[in-house]
């Protein structure tokens, strides 16, 4: 019985959806179809399906795999908008941040304090502590602890790691971070619950029209070449860098351009730099965060132009370099290289402005309906994934039969909040139950959330599976397991960049447990010996090709690198036309 419940769960994005979500694509007429399987496009999908909207989401790799698994991690106000005057972006993101706390993502979204280090007398502290008296009171109700004061000492104390030259005193705030990709996918989870279809490995290669109208998108299977079509009312492009590409593929002229902006971000070991808090760091042109991140610090970001591979941006030694250069300005004992743990690029799709420095480029979202069924978004920033995705819906309404209800995302929880605070306080009798240690079970909880019931489960007759990953052992045998059977995991890479982060955690990217967690996700996906053998040859080349390509000392030779790599989607077709 409670194998058949599984099957008829929803939210479970296993191999057996996969084959029930096509025939539906083919079948059935919808109202919206979401193209992107970002925070956005996944934000979009659930905002539609809890309106009671019948709704597909198509994703052309995996969720969450282009710009929404490689932010900063932060669910922030933007400290640096209020200095732009961006006081309405800043209240918005504030208000989300509050709510992904208290209501929406209690599991998957934590408070993080921030140490302002201060380096001017007289005017600079009166001036911050104006802006972060805005910062903390804009949000409306709180769930972060208010601005603190801190002398030189008392910042020094708090991190340890600083030059005493590098300040003169500071400021503690406070804001809020999440694992990215986890978030994203779960976001996913909940629109699927709430009855969109969720596509992955599922790329839109052409739109049908009906006399001057969108009347849905034509695609293809990318795992086994199939194509179909799908019918729907308006269509929405939530493709964040590649928005201009599905434009110009559905033969129309966009009302906005984006363009691609790259961060990059380090990781590196917790106890190289040693600090109670994360640090906002001023530089020329824009900040530098540095965040905790577990057992690791991610240090971030870079702001440079990118008009290369839009779906494998390449770091280069001279990004790596920067970054490193202007953490080590403030650090006592600078970091190497060698420290380097994991390093990732991503691209902001910025909304083209006259300005040239992308970092001057608006973060603020655009919505337009460029033709009679087809609405694009883009712009925008992960923190306001939610406000982007009612407003995309708000626009495509026009062309909706019926009239539309409005948006309630705002009160609906994602997946595994329900419940999730009374599971913390039980954790050590869910741990004693499950012969784990409580530690393993809050980790657990806050990446499942009280889902975490149904991912133990899963081991069910298998103990072997609670055991960690042999060599990545923040994760357990188990998560691997659920990755592919509920969360629509369809690659090694998947699994190791995503619903993990063994890619960037580890200093051997997850090449030392590719085969251990190939072999497991291959149980679940029903992969022959040749399969696993092939999944782990690509992401070792893929791994093999990052690594050159931060080596190398401009944005053409790191992309020519990366791009050479095989694609663990290989029947994906970049760019469309």
């Known amino acids: 019985m409670a194998q058949h419940a599984a099957e008829t769960n929803p939210a479970r994005l296993g191999p057996a959806k996969r084959e029930e979500t096509w025939q539906r694509l083919g079948n059935e007429t919808f109202d919206l179809v979401v193209i992107g399987g970002g925070v956005v496009g996944a934000g979009t999908a659930l905002d539609a399906a809890t309106r009671g909207l019948r709704v ?136 699927a619950h709430y009855g969109a279809v969720v ?31 799908i019918s729907a009312a308006a269509v929405i492009n939530c493709t964040g860098v590649w928005t201009d590409e599905l434009q110009r593929l559905s033969g129309g002229r966009g009302r906005f351009r984006v363009r691609a902006s790259k961060g990059v971000h380090i990781v590196v070991p917790r106890d190289r730099i040693v600090s109670e808090s994360g640090m906002i760091l001023r530089t020329e042109k824009s900040v530098l965060f540095v965040i905790p991140w577990r ?10 132009d990118w008009n290369l591979d839009l779906a494998h941006p390449a770091a280069t030694k001279h990004d790596i370099d920067y970054l490193l250069e202007h953490v080590n300005s ?60 009612a407003d995309a819906v708000d626009a495509a309404a026009v062309d909706l039969p019926g009239r539309s209800q409005p948006s309630i995302t705002d009160k609906v929880p994602l997946l595994g909040a329900d419940g999730y605070h009374a599971l913390v ?44 990953i042999e060599h990545a052992p923040d994760y357990l045998g188990v998560e691997v397991v659920y990755a592919a059977s509920h969360e629509g995991a369809l690659h090694l890479e998947d699994v190791l960049a995503r619903r993990t982060r063994i890619s960037i955690e580890y200093a051997h990217r997850g090449v030392d447990c590719a085969e251990q967690v190939a072999t497991l996700v291959g149980e679940v996906l029903g992969w022959s010996p040749e399969t696993v053998k092939r ?34 989607r290989a029947g994906i077709v970049e760019p469309v036309s």
């Not at 290669?205 to 969108?214: H, M, S, T, Y």
């Open 56 to 191: 597909a989401l198509v994703e052309a790799r995996d969720l969450a795999s282009g710009t929404s698994s490689r932010s900063s991690k932060l669910f922030h106000g933007g400290l640096r908008y209020l200095e732009q005057l961006e006081f309405g972006l800043v209240r918005e993101a504030l208000r989300e941040r509050e709510l992904m706390l208290t209501t929406i993502a209690p599991h998957l979204v934590k408070p993080v304090s921030f140490l302002y280090p201060l380096t001017h007398r007289v005017w600079e502290r009166p001036y911050t502590a104006a802006g972060l008296l805005m910062y903390d009171t804009m949000g409306g109700a709180r769930s972060v602890p208010g601005q603190k004061h801190l002398t030189r000492a008392g910042a020094l104390r708090m991190v340890p790691a600083l030059k005493r030259s590098a300040l003169i005193g500071g400021i503690r705030y406070y804001d809020a971070q999440s694992d990215d990709a986890r978030h994203t996918m779960t976001v996913a989870r909940t629109a």
């Open 199 to 229: 596509r992955t490995s599922t790329q839109v290669v052409g739109f049908l029209r009906e006399a001057d109208r969108v009347s849905g998108v034509r695609v293809r299977d990318v795992e086994d070449g199939r194509e179909t079509e």
């Open 295 to 304: 057992n690791h610090w991610i240090v971030g970001t870079t702001d440079t």
């Open 330 to 389: 403030v650090l006592a004992t600078p970091l190497t290289h060698d420290d380097i743990e994991g390093v990732y690029a991503g691209l902001r799709p910025l909304l083209a402005g006259e300005s040239e420095e992308t970092s001057k480029l608006s973060r603020e979202h655009a919505v337009a309906r460029v033709a009679p069924g087809l609405v694009a978004i883009a712009g925008g920033k992960y923190t306001t994934y939610r406000v982007m995705a």
């Open 425 to 468: 306080n039980q954790a050590d009798h869910l741990a004693a139950e499950h012969s784990l240690h409580p530690y393993r079970v809050r980790h657990l909880l806050d990446r499942y959330g009280s889902l975490v019931n149904e991912v133990l489960a899963t081991a069910s007759g298998r103990p072997e599976l609670l055991k960690p």
């Open 535 to 568: 999944e782990i040859e690509v992401y070792k080349a893929r791994v093999e090709a990052e690594r050159e390509s931060q080596s190398q000392p401009s944005d053409e030779a790191a992309d020519a690198l990366r791009s050479a790599a095989p694609e663990a």
